[in-house]
């Protein structure tokens, strides 16, 4: 049994990912300042006598023992990171050398949710860890982008400079239960539309692609990087490789619920990422691990999930 940390525990992904590691065996103390994340989604969790919910803010230090530490705190969709984006920015990289930094003191292994958004707009398709990007640094997602570029650096650095052991994994769009209905990312945005019979928003003409992973599959990916003890460090992508036009993707998502919304176009906000799909090739080499869901059973759980909250 191992004593567990997961910064941005009562988020989507951690949500899902301190269920995981209970299951398993684990303590698990689950930090959150709670902007994005909800006790809604840990509230199942709360009688476990092995889970530990702390109210902190990643931005300031936290003094705790344990052996493993997954960096998760940081909001994701656009809107939320860009509601306020300079605590973004303070986020990702005030947040990641504070987790360092306890990880340098208990000799903690220490995982941090890297993102395809360190790619930026891709030119190379699909895109590989050993492409370095296309990201504007002074644009309305920079606060994101530049903050999970500057937390990968930080990594590598504590790893060189002090021997820390470090994972990091460049996670791709992933959806699933837990997903807040309102917090503006395409997958609750049309799902939630399509229930209730509203228009489905597609920003710009729909001709941007993405590759959504289911996440049970990327909470499998990121354990296995968490415990692959052959000096692994990363950064690994972790994503489904399926690649669908946001068009398309909505007209499937009104086919799966039966929906009677109709196609509205929007206009594209600024530095919206044209094409993504991961290049998985390393991660199936280093961790023996590819999704497993196919996103038509995962949206359709997805779906359920929407229904009963919504
Ligand atoms: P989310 O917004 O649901 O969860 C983020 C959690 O971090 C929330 O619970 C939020 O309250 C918490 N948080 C934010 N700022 C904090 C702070 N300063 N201190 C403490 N807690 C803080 O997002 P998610 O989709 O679960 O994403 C989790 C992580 O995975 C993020 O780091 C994100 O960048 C990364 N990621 C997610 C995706 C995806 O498709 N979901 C893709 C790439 C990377
Ligand atoms: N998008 C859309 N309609 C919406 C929400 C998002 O067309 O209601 C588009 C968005 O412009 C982007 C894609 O869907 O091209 C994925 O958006 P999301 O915010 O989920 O994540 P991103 O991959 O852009 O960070």
Request: charged share 25%.
């Amino acid at each position: 049994m191992k004593r567990i940390l997961v910064t941005g525990g009562a988020g989507f992904i951690g949500s899902h990912l301190c269920e995981e590691l209970l299951n398993r065996g684990n303590d698990v103390i689950c930090l959150d300042n709670f902007f994005t994340g909800s006790k809604d989604s840990i509230r199942h969790l709360l009688d476990n006598n092995r889970f530990e919910l702390v109210r902190h803010d990643v931005t300031k230090e936290y003094f705790i023992e344990v052996d493993e530490i997954y960096n998760l705190a940081c909001p994701a969709s656009p809107p939320h990171y860009q509601y306020n984006p300079i605590k973004t920015a303070k986020t990702s990289v005030l947040g990641v050398i504070n987790m360092l930094g306890l990880a340098k003191r208990c000799k903690a292994k220490v995982l941090q949710a890297s993102t395809s958004e360190v790619y930026g707009d891709p030119i190379v398709h699909p895109q590989k860890e050993t492409y370095w990007g296309n990201v504007n640094p002074i644009g309305i997602r920079s606060c994101y982008d530049e903050g999970k570029r500057m937390a990968e650096t930080l990594m590598f650095d504590y790893h060189r400079q002090n021997n820390v052991d470090i994972r990091v994994v460049r996670i791709f769009n992933t959806y699933g239960p837990n997903m807040d209905k309102n917090d503006g990312r395409v997958v609750s945005n049309f799902i939630v539309q399509a229930l209730q019979n509203k228009d489905i928003t597609i920003y710009g003409d729909g001709s941007q692609t993405r590759s959504f992973c289911y996440v049970s599959d990327l909470v499998a990916g990121m354990i296995k990087m968490m415990e692959n003890e052959e000096g692994f460090n990363g950064p690994v992508n972790l994503g489904n490789p399926v690649e669908t036009s946001i068009l398309d993707f909505a007209k499937f998502i009104i086919e799966l619920t039966n929906s009677k919304s109709k196609i509205v176009f929007l206009p594209l906000p600024s530095d919206d990422p044209t094409q993504r799909k991961p290049d998985i090739t390393l991660a199936k080499e280093k961790l023996n691990w590819e999704p497993v869901v196919n996103v038509k059973d995962g949206l359709l759980k997805t779906i359920e999930y929407f229904k009963n909250v919504i």
